[in-house]
């Protein structure tokens, strides 16, 4: 029995899908003429669906290749995923996290040592082995996260970026911006919304910050525990979330990643923690990007003045190595197509707000992403994504359930419960999930 079949028999439910539209029906694994093979990508990113869906179309019509996406609700990727790999006509292509998340699904991994998509890649960095020569998953885009900037609203207020160079200053800077609410018509933050849409900005990517300065003072890359140094610097930056808010505490648990993203296109606050994947989104909702711009999350901890934003991947493609040859070959050339074609590498760019790791990748007019390239010419240094290193989804979900009871009760006691499900959480996990 595979690694993600004894997860699923224990107990593990299936999730609802958000999205399913393709040329081919659920169940089918043959192209239309029975002979060309097809695919059936399980996306992860609910915020680039459309532009998946669209991307799909546009390769069936060129190729005559059926494919099909189908995007898994926000914060439920494992879940749909073994739900989806235990029917017939499973995903023919479906992604891993990093190294943790790969060892579930090792035993699918198609090896893409010497398919024509490795080679393209830029750097064999960007692949994940099983072994000394068998690439189980290559990254398919590079991504930064931090704090999204109104720059108007921000000017409104008095300041500019370059008055936010460390976390005193951008707490001087929203306590500020908080208490002037009802004259300037705006807050600092939008809501830290702590539903399942949302919560990972928080329980992931905020939470990667004390993970990332540990694993920077002991000089290591992973670990089986965590001693939880630099939590005291979390709860600060999260009380300046939760306090200088477009809304209270005691609300965030209901509030969702839309809900926090309206309300920043809406002018309703300066701040929005979230990544360079927001970029299409806030443009098509009107936004003029030339007042938006991406700093850092401060954290007070190093030498801020020089730190970067939140930069890499959790994005790994793996080809079910369990689909058919005419499906796997299939895979393969979308694959391909996706990241050297005209209509893909655009698509990708342009749509997405992806920065690929791959040789005929499209520049992109993110200003997100040229905010990153830009600090990372100027010297300063990016914090990488520890994150992907969390034991299990199940710690997330503890920090995330202790966040949210301390955002509606910020006492102590509260926040005790926060550290106990980071450290205490974190081996617990390490453990079961490496069967100690």
Not at 62 to 76: C, H, I, L, Y
Not at 152 to 161: I, S
Not at 345 to 361: C, H, L, Q, R, Y
Not at 371 to 397: H, L, R, V, Y
């Amino acid at each position: 029995m595979k690694k993600w079949q004894t997860m699923l028999s224990a107990g593990m439910a299936a999730t609802m899908l958000l999205a399913g539209c393709g040329s081919s029906s659920d169940g089918e694994s043959s192209g239309s003429d029975g002979s060309k093979g097809s695919v059936y990508y399980l996306n992860f990113k609910p915020e680039q669906d459309e532009a998946w869906q669209n991307l799909a179309k546009k390769y069936t019509e060129e190729k005559g290749v059926d494919v099909k996406v189908v995007t898994a609700a926000s914060g439920n990727y494992e879940t749909t995923l073994m739900s989806e790999m235990g029917k017939s006509g499973a995903p023919t292509l479906f992604q891993v996290n990093g190294p943790i998340g790969l060892k579930n699904w090792e035993d699918y991994a198609y090896n893409l040592k010497g398919t024509p998509v490795f080679d393209q890649l830029t750097s064999d960095s960007y692949a994940l082995y099983n072994g000394d020569d068998d690439v189980a998953a290559i990254a398919y885009c590079i991504e930064s996260y931090g704090l999204i900037v109104n720059e108007k609203l921000l000017k409104e207020a008095g300041y500019t970026v370059d008055d936010i160079k460390s976390f005193d200053d951008l707490k001087k800077v929203a306590d500020d911006i908080a208490s002037r609410k009802d004259e300037l018509g705006f807050t600092a933050f939008t809501s830290t919304g702590m539903d399942g849409s949302s919560d990972w900005r928080y329980k992931t990517h905020l939470a990667n910050m004390p993970i990332y300065f540990e694993y920077k003072d002991k000089e290591i890359n992973s670990s089986e525990a965590i001693e939880g140094k630099y939590l005291d610097e979390y709860r600060k930056i999260f009380d300046l979330y939760i306090t200088d808010s477009t809304v209270p505490g005691k609300d965030l648990a209901a509030k969702t990643g839309d809900d926090s993203r309206n309300e920043f296109e809406q002018g309703k606050a300066v701040f929005y923690q979230n990544g360079s994947w927001e970029y299409t989104n806030l443009k098509d909702a009107g936004m003029d990007t030339n007042e938006l711009t991406m700093i850092p999350i401060y954290f007070g901890v190093g030498d801020e003045e020089n730190q970067g934003l939140c930069t890499g991947t959790e994005n790994y493609w793996v080809v079910n190595n369990e689909a058919s040859e005419e499906d796997i070959q299939a895979t393969l050339d979308f694959m391909n197509w996706c990241v050297t074609s005209e209509e893909g590498t655009k698509a990708m760019a342009d749509e997405m707000g992806f920065v690929i790791p791959f040789k005929d990748a499209k520049k992109s007019d993110n200003v997100f992403v040229t905010k990153d390239q830009k600090m990372t010419e100027e010297g300063k240094t990016p914090i990488s994504w520890a994150f992907t290193t969390i034991p299990s989804e199940e710690w997330k979900n503890g920090v995330g359930s202790a966040l949210t009871a301390y955002a509606a009760d910020p006492t102590d006691g509260n926040w005790d419960k926060v550290k106990t499900a980071f450290v205490d959480g974190w081996k617990t996990e390490y453990d079961l999930t490496n069967e100690k």
